[in-house]
């Protein structure tokens, strides 16, 4: 509802002078505001009435309805002011009187006649605000609740040729619940040396209808803009006058040398180095579900019912023999995992198997792991019987938990899914029946260790700011890597050597780097890296596989590692033990959970050594995080994400 204009005209006008900077010699930027003050104020309402009431009680009801209409009330009060700061405070004001008083419009009666209402209450009111003093001049803003307390509520009602009619409005509210917001200007009036303080405030509040219902029935409400002064007290103590003492002597702050930067690297005598790889890999006992269908994604290999005849496990030794990529042989194996169980199942009448369905649909779960059963009774003539299925709302062992992730959408997708559990060691593992029993593979790949010019550059984390390097050949052409701000950075040999003309194979490493101090740091070493490839004997490999945000599973497979893994490893090995993850988390998160799986896997395989008495194995272990260069697989689909949370273990024959 719009102001009337002689309450617009006050708005405008307090407005200009409170935001005008009134430059008194008491406002000295010296004057410490005090933290506590306290007064009194007063101000008028300008009242002005939205809405409309007919019916003032139950004995009188006026014969057409009353509507708009405005006046002036007055409004007085207490109040306590907390100034912690310059710009924030709060105050509490306590309202002892803040009057409604406001006629309505006149109206015009049948009879030819006027009807006249003026209504007056009053109430007590409870005002705490937040107070802001945005500026370096001393005006503010503040807001807040208002709490009233209705003490009057008559009117009275004249008509032309009729006795007035004075009595009170019924269906009144008792408490009122609103808000308000407004601005100030504190004048200090006090001398800048005056251990009291006074303050003049004039102020401007604006009293919205919304919550001034004052009545439980009707359409009744009241605008209000207050205009008023308060006045302000407050004590502070006296500036100490500190005399002038002589300082005492500047003792001299020791100068703490930087440590010495010690910098060397570590290259293999030539590049590259090929494996013959027989490596073990585990099968996620996991399909997983598409969010649009309960079917089996088309992702999985599925076999007519001749194709399944003629199937045997050890047939898939043959589709993956060709080098190719490792994760594109690895998710072949994974994706015929509905025929591996089916091959394993037939070949095994005594296993059987429980599939757990998960979705948070109700019995969506179920068909999940139905559609599962029905392929391979139908296609392998696996005896129904032999197959339980479930249903879930979560898997038992699920991707989303209570610690949220911003990445909800790929965790939830991998919780749409059906487990495969079984207690024949036929189909799963022996480590707690959550991994299917692994297959193993052929191929022929770069070690990864022997293939790297590895740059180490001592406590560079706690000295340096960033360091580089530039390697340069016998033949005078350089190459430059860097920045790092890490001890140790990795340069794949392939890369250094790929534009080398240089046959002899010589090469010139310097590292420049800048001190936290802001010092320049130069070293330099040589290497000897020939163009010549190689092909190791046999190597082993094995991974294991973590649950989502997992670390501390290791103990799961402490069996399988100290059993297993351990007594493949001869005398004078080297094991390369890294440890990866998706892309869920945080980047820092993510590189200390590598680190934590990869240096658990360590310790325990570093024990099982111990008491077999092999002391002679050398260890290259480290984490690589969510590094997608480094990754095993992509992160696209959830089992490449399961499959990225691994530890891959390489035992490398000297």
Request: charged share 20%; proline share 6%.
């Amino acid at each position: 509802m719009k102001p009337p204009a002689a309450i617009t005209k006050v708005i405008v006008t307090l407005s200009i002078i409170l935001s005008f900077p009134i430059a008194l010699s008491a406002q000295s930027p010296l004057l410490k505001t005090p933290v506590w003050w306290y007064g009194v104020s007063g101000a008028a309402n300008f009242n002005s009435n939205a809405g409309s009431m007919q019916q003032l009680n139950n004995s009188f009801t006026a014969p057409q309805p009353f509507s708009k209409g405005s006046n002036v009330g007055r409004y007085a009060s207490l109040f306590l002011e907390y100034r912690p700061t310059r710009i924030w405070g709060g105050s509490f004001n306590v309202g002892y009187y803040d009057s409604k008083n406001a006629p309505f419009n006149k109206i015009d009666l049948p009879c030819g006649c006027e009807g006249v209402l003026h209504t007056n209450t009053s109430y007590v009111t409870i005002e705490p605000s937040v107070r802001v003093s945005p500026f370096s001049f001393p005006l503010y803003f503040f807001g807040g609740p208002r709490v009233s307390f209705n003490g009057q509520h008559s009117f009275n009602y004249r008509e032309t040729n009729k006795p007035d009619i004075n009595s009170d409005l019924s269906e009144v509210q008792t408490v009122m619940y609103a808000g308000q917001i407004g601005t100030g200007y504190d004048i200090i009036l006090s001398k800048p040396a005056a251990t009291r303080v006074f303050a003049l405030s004039p102020f401007i509040a604006y009293l919205p209808d919304f919550g001034n219902a004052p009545r439980l029935i009707d359409s009744w409400n009241v605008n209000t803009i207050r205009a008023g002064v308060a006045l302000k007290f407050a004590h502070k103590s006296k500036a100490k006058v500190v005399e002038n003492t002589p300082l005492p002597p500047l003792k001299p702050v020791p100068v703490i040398p930087e440590p010495e930067i010690q910098f060397a690297v570590t290259a293999p005598k030539a590049a590259p180095v090929k494996l013959e790889i027989l490596e073990t890999f585990p099968l996620r006992n996991y399909i997983f579900i598409n969010k649009e269908s309960a079917a089996i994604p088309a992702r999985y290999i599925k076999f007519t019912q001749n194709e399944a005849a003629d199937f045997k496990e050890e047939k898939l030794l043959t589709l993956i023999e060709n080098p190719g990529e490792r994760s594109t042989k690895q998710l072949t194996v994974y994706h015929n995992i509905l025929n591996i169980i089916g091959d394993r199942m037939r070949s095994n009448p005594e296993s059987h198997l429980t599939l757990i369905g998960s979705s948070i649909k109700v019995n969506e779960g179920k068909a999940f792991a139905e559609n599962v059963k029905t392929y391979l009774v139908s296609v392998f003539g696996i005896a129904g019987a032999r197959i339980t299925t479930q249903q879930r709302s979560k898997p038992l062992v699920p991707s989303e938990h209570m610690r949220g992730s911003k990445q909800l959408e790929l965790i939830r997708a991998e919780d749409r899914r059906v487990d495969i559990i079984s207690s024949s060691n036929a189909i799963l593992t022996e480590v707690n029946s959550k991994t299917m029993k692994s297959v193993v593979q052929n191929s022929i790949e770069e070690e990864a260790a022997a293939n790297n010019v590895v740059l180490n550059v001592n406590k560079a984390e706690d000295v340096l700011k960033t360091w580089s390097v530039d390697i340069t050949d016998g033949k005078g052409f350089k190459q430059s890597f860097g920045p790092y701000n890490k001890s140790t950075a990795i340069i794949p040999a392939r890369e250094l050597i790929a534009n080398s003309t240089d046959a002899e194979g010589n090469y010139h490493v310097v590292m420049t780097g800048q001190t936290k101090s802001g010092k320049s740091v130069k070293k330099d070493t040589t290497i000897h890296l020939l163009h010549q490839q190689l092909i190791k004997n046999k190597a082993l490999r094995y991974s294991i596989l973590f649950d989502f945000d997992k670390a501390h599973t290791i103990s799961t497979y402490q069996s399988f590692l100290s059993n297993v893994v351990a007594p493949n490893i001869p005398e004078n090995s080297t094991v390369v033990i890294h440890g990866h993850t998706d892309i869920v988390g945080s980047e820092k998160h993510n590189q200390t959970l590598s680190d934590n799986r990869a240096m658990a896997v360590q310790r325990v395989l570093q024990s099982a050594l111990t008491k077999a008495g092999k002391n002679n194995v050398k260890f290259d272990t480290r984490g690589f995080g969510q590094d997608v260069n480094k990754a095993a697989f992509a992160n696209a689909l959830p089992e490449e994400r399961f499959y990225n949370r691994t530890v891959i273990i390489d035992i490398v024959p000297n």
